[in-house]
């Protein structure tokens, strides 16, 4: 069964410094990866997703993630954070079918100015 | 242009009540789905329709029903309301033909059960 696991239910950072959300997986077969944010009472954004070619994902607002097959982490970066950048994170894997995503629980991500 | 629009944002009921979601995507894709959202934010798919046809059922109560009209729409209808209902239920879509793809969400419309 697929799975992703977000070890940190919260990450602090202060504005200007980088930022990791960290996601590991568990999949049978090839990973297919997602990040979303989650702004407060608002639906989810789709930020960048891995399903094969270059380790390193760039994505929407300046995010990147990076794909590690060894290590089965998925962790999502930021060089500079912004306190815009304050949400809750979701990573998630893609059902072989394609019929569904399955969600980590969460990371709320806090900047501070 | 909103992309995946849910009606109503906010509903509030009574325990008992029966209840419907509506969901419209102007995206063009093939495939619907419902998502449940509980009190600590966790996110579990529960249904998802490819063109019109129902192709995931996880473990949900069968006092859910969608309902999908055309490809556009996905509803979602809710008997016999229960207070663990309250939740905040999630509409999204994709173009599976194009693999596995990024799912849009909707805003997402917030039940209260009283």
């Known amino acids: 069964a697929q799975s992703v696991a977000q070890p940190e239910d919260q990450v602090n950072v202060a504005e200007g410094n980088p930022l990791t959300v960290k996601c590991t997986y568990s999949v049978s077969g090839n990973p297919y990866l997602f990040w979303y944010v989650q702004y407060p009472n608002r639906g989810l954004q789709f930020l960048l997703k891995?399903?094969?070619?270059?380790?390193l994902v760039k994505g929407s607002y300046g995010f990147e993630a990076e794909f590690n097959k060894s290590q089965t982490s998925f962790h999502l970066k930021k060089p500079s954070a912004l306190v815009s950048d304050s949400a809750l994170y979701f990573c998630?894997?893609?059902?072989?079918?394609?019929?569904?995503?399955?969600f980590g629980k969460g990371t709320t991500l806090s900047v501070s100015s | 242009d909103t992309a995946v629009s849910q009606t109503p944002k906010y509903l509030v009921t009574q325990m008992g009540n029966d209840k419907s979601i509506k969901c419209e995507q102007n995206?063009?894709?093939?495939?619907m789905y419902w998502y449940k959202q509980d009190s600590k934010k966790f996110l579990k798919i529960m249904f998802s329709y490819n063109n019109k046809e129902l192709i995931i059922n996880e473990t949900v109560p069968n006092r859910f029903s969608p309902k999908s009209p055309d490809k556009a729409h996905l509803n979602l209808h809710i008997n016999s309301l229960e207070l663990g209902d309250s939740a905040v239920y999630f509409c999204?879509?994709?173009?599976?033909?194009?693999?596995?793809?990024?799912?849009?969400f909707g805003p997402g419309t917030r039940l209260t059960v009283l």
């Open positions: 998630a894997v893609g059902n072989q079918a394609g019929t569904a995503l399955i």
């Open positions: 999204a879509s994709s173009q599976r033909t194009s693999g596995v793809v990024e799912q849009f």
């Open positions: 995206l063009g894709h093939d495939t």
């Open positions: 891995y399903i094969t070619g270059d380790n």
